[in-house]
């Protein structure tokens, strides 16, 4: 299995919105005011998730809550659909990542 570790999407305006922190695989992390779960996990990471079949790495396909395919752990084991779902403060999310 690979391991996804560089950031997917990358922030090239409207930097300006309040700091949320969150943690993501256990490490402290950052997003903004008004990101999806999405944004904040790819802005961070390569991946969402790991598909439950060939552990391939997944990051979301439709962006408008259709295919299902951004589920996304918490820490304490729900599952939401990252790109409908605001970021919030102390939030714990899980991607499946390989330690670095
Ligand atoms: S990316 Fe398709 S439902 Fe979220």
Known sequence: MSSVSKALLHRVAEAGRAGVAFT???Q??????????LTAVLTQCGQLRR?????????????MGACQDCWVLTADGARLRAC???????MALLTGREPA
């Open 28 to 37: 402290p992390a950052s997003a903004l005011a008004g990101d999806t779960v």
């Open 51 to 63: 598909n439950e079949f060939s552990g391939a790495p997944r990051a979301g396909f439709c962006m």
């Open 84 to 90: 409908s779902t605001f970021i919030e403060p102390g």
């Open 24 to 26: 993501l695989d256990g």
